[in-house]
């Protein structure tokens, strides 16, 4: 706590003396972000609005960056990096997309054979499809369950932020990483690391039960481009108020389990530039903002009003 305090004060110092203009130290690749439920597009002080109508949300790129998945009224949808060509892949709620690395699949959560959150992949060539069950390994083969309409979430930040089900498939294509899982039947609320092949899981952040005296989440997980770090947004209220975490983001380190935090507080939503920036949602005279971050030296940078950032792939 004490840690995302002290870095809670610098982002204020900083913020307090930067104009509410967009300013980056060297030339990025294209970032796709929400404003007002639409996305824009944009690699430095111009941007691109490629969608209207303010029901879109969690922009992602492929692989080859030619297309990003998003959802628009909580289904899942592809469109041409410029906004054209849409075309819609599911008839039911989808949580934020993720792209296989070879760009033939698209992760999404929607509501398992459990009655709880389950991830499918689905074509993302071809006409709309039946989607394929990925997590819980135990609903493999079983019937997909009906779509349930998609309820919007409201109320504070975190209130928002707690059943996001946004996944992540990691750049080696093996793994998975996604809000909930079996870790359920132990824990309040969970994020876990999936193994595509077998359906095995691992637990990598867990909040009450189990014997935790805690309560929170862990939601948005993303994979550095190497893989050897995976980044999520996080919440926590503990025992006593010493314990308390605001909204904030934690790196991981699969290798070691080695958990540290990043950013600063109120940070959300990370997607990595690299393996010392990323751009993440910060805050910023009470508005998101998405903002470059210096990993290693805690240095921040506007980008542009907006959330959800996703750093388009390059080559």
């Not at 760009?103 to 992949?121: D, E, H, M, N, Q």
């Not at 493999?140 to 309409?149: K, L, M, Q, T």
């Not at 079996?182 to 595509?196: F, I, N, P, Q």
């Not at 209220?237 to 790196?251: D, I, Q, S």
Request: with cysteine.
């Amino acid at each position: 706590m004490k840690k995302i305090t002290a870095v809670l004060a610098a982002t204020g110092a900083f913020l307090a003396a930067t104009p509410a203009v967009a300013r980056t130290a060297a030339a990025l690749p294209a970032i796709a972000y929400v404003r007002d439920g639409d996305i824009y597009v944009s690699s430095g002080p111009g941007e691109k609005r490629l969608t209207t109508g303010g029901v879109h949300s969690r922009p992602r790129w492929s692989p080859d960056g030619k297309r990003i998945a998003y959802l628009a009224g909580g289904l899942l949808w592809t469109m041409k990096a410029d906004g054209t060509a849409r075309r819609r892949l599911t008839t039911r709620p989808a949580g934020g997309p993720s792209w296989s690395p070879d760009g033939k699949w698209i992760a999404f959560a929607s509501l398992s054979c459990t009655g709880g959150p389950g991830v499918y992949r689905i074509a993302a060539a071809g006409a709309t499809g039946t989607p394929e069950v990925l997590f819980p390994r135990d609903c493999r083969g079983e019937e997909v369950p009906p779509a349930e309409s998609a309820t919007p979430r409201v109320g504070a930040l975190a209130d928002r932020l707690r059943t996001d089900d946004a996944v992540a498939w990691s750049p080696d294509g093996t793994k998975i990483a996604f809000r909930g899982g079996d870790c359920e039947s132990v824990y309040d609320s969970c994020l876990s690391v999936g193994t595509v092949a077998t359906g095995g899981e691992r637990t990598v952040a867990a909040y009450g039960g189990g014997s935790l005296q805690n309560s929170g989440f862990a939601v948005v997980p993303s994979w550095r481009g190497d893989g050897r770090r995976l980044a999520w947004t996080a919440y926590q209220k503990g025992e006593t108020t010493a314990e308390n975490e605001p909204v904030h983001l934690v790196e991981y380190d699969p290798a070691t389990q080695a958990k540290h935090t990043v950013g600063g507080a109120m940070d959300r939503e990370l997607a990595y530039l690299g393996t010392t920036r990323a751009v993440v949602t910060g805050q910023y005279r009470g508005g998101s903002w998405v903002t470059v971050v210096g990993l290693t030296d805690g240095s921040r940078r506007l980008f542009h009003s907006g959330s959800q950032p996703s750093v388009r792939p390059t080559r």
